[in-house]
């Protein structure tokens, strides 16, 4: 019998043991990657390569409060902005849905590709989008769910303004973080509401990065003790804002994690103990034939290990496997996440966890061998 064969007769020997431990393991460590990456979801904001060239201008008192039109003429004239673009949320609910699973946007539509040059849509599509006043773009993801297409007629009741929005589906286009908007223009919006003079916030493309600072200092003095002051920030920035709205989830996310862990540690080391324990006579022969302490602690060490390395790959592994080969996250959170992506630094941080439990777990049954001499060892029994 080899030494790797011994390891792992020991570790099987009750297999129903053995089985419920590196499950243990594997749904504490598949419940630990869902947490992570639910945290990364919600923390950290997609980005593209277009991002780092956009401003939105919004009230500084609540985003909630509208700007008044008044204000474009202002931020053309700012040096380094190329273009600039009402953007306003509509809010509409589709098919009488209960929820919303995408927004709408009001903007101008010639502005789209050179603010969000990412997005991809057909020259014709753009084209017709851009003559017709009712018309709109869907995102590709919004448009298979839904199983639309170029001219279906598509109706929107707001939640926010007092009219009800019927557009024609005039193209579709893909290529950005998040391809479930739907897009329409912003002068539709104004005639139908009759909300004219009002915009939700300003998008805008920045020249270059180097401009970015000037220009959101520029904006925000330009406005500064005004009836409709602003405030000017990076897409990220605006993004992370939404985030904090969430209050601190970080904290309470890891507190969680916290939790799943510590209770992880307590199971894996009280089976490891159990299993040690029940083999004190065979680890005391092997004292006497030799074997050092040290020698014991590495075959424990071992078995630990094996376990808690077993119960990752399959609880890590798993969450992996099905988290980037089903959409089971946007069927479950009906498309509000899209993505659910395990990410490399995540697959580290449960390894590391998962290497450190079978350490951890091996200390104790160690040190009870360690204390236990080979004539009380002897007398235990199986």
């Given at each position: ?337 899209i993505r659910f992506e395990v990410t490399p630094r995540i697959i580290g941080v449960a390894a ?31």
């Amino acid at each position: 019998m080899t030494t790797g064969s011994f390891i792992v007769k020991n570790a099987f020997r009750n297999k129903r043991r053995a089985a419920l431990s590196i499950l243990s393991v594997a749904v504490s460590l598949f419940l630990l990657v869902t947490l992570l990456v639910g945290l990364r979801e919600f923390t950290v904001p997609i980005e593209d390569v277009g991002a780092a060239l956009r401003v939105v201008v919004r009230s500084k008192v609540s985003i909630a409060n509208f700007l008044p039109a008044r204000q474009r003429s202002t931020i053309e004239r700012v040096p380094g902005v190329e273009a600039v673009s009402p953007f306003s949320w509509f809010g509409g609910k589709f098919r009488n849905e209960e929820s919303m699973t995408f927004a709408q946007f009001a903007m101008e539509a010639d502005k789209l590709t050179r603010i969000f040059g990412e997005a991809k849509v057909p020259p014709d599509q753009l084209e017709a989008f851009i003559k017709n006043q009712r018309g709109c773009i869907v995102g590709k993801i919004t448009a298979d769910k839904y199983k639309l297409k170029i001219g279906d007629w598509i109706p929107f009741t707001s939640v926010i303004y007092p009219c009800t929005l019927e557009m024609q589906v005039m193209g579709i286009y893909e290529g950005t973080p998040d391809d479930r908007n739907v897009l329409f223009h912003h002068k539709y919006l104004d005639e139908s509401c009759g909300s004219p003079g009002w915009v939700g916030t300003w998008w805008l493309k920045v020249r270059s990065a180097e401009d970015m600072p000037s220009v959101l200092d520029s904006i925000n003095k330009a406005f500064a003790n005004t009836s409709a002051e602003v405030r000017a920030e990076s897409e990220r920035a605006f993004q992370l804002s939404f985030i904090s709205m969430l209050g601190d989830i970080t904290l309470l996310v890891n507190s969680i994690c916290s939790v799943v862990i510590f209770t992880l540690v307590l199971v894996t080391a009280s089976t490891m103990s159990m299993a040690i324990r029940e083999r004190f006579r065979e680890l005391a022969v092997l004292k006497a034939l030799g074997y050092r302490r040290r020698d014991l602690f590495a075959f424990i060490l071992a078995e630990s290990f094996g376990l808690a390395a077993l119960g990752a790959l399959i609880g890590v592994g798993g969450a992996w496997a099905l988290y980037t080969f089903t959409p089971i996250m946007s069927a479950v959170t009906k498309g509000i996440i899209i993505r659910f992506e395990v990410t490399p630094r995540i697959i580290g941080v449960a390894a590391t966890v998962a290497a450190g439990l079978g350490i951890i777990a091996s200390i104790a049954p160690s040190i009870a061998v360690a204390r236990t001499s080979v004539v009380n060892g002897l007398k235990t029994l199986d």
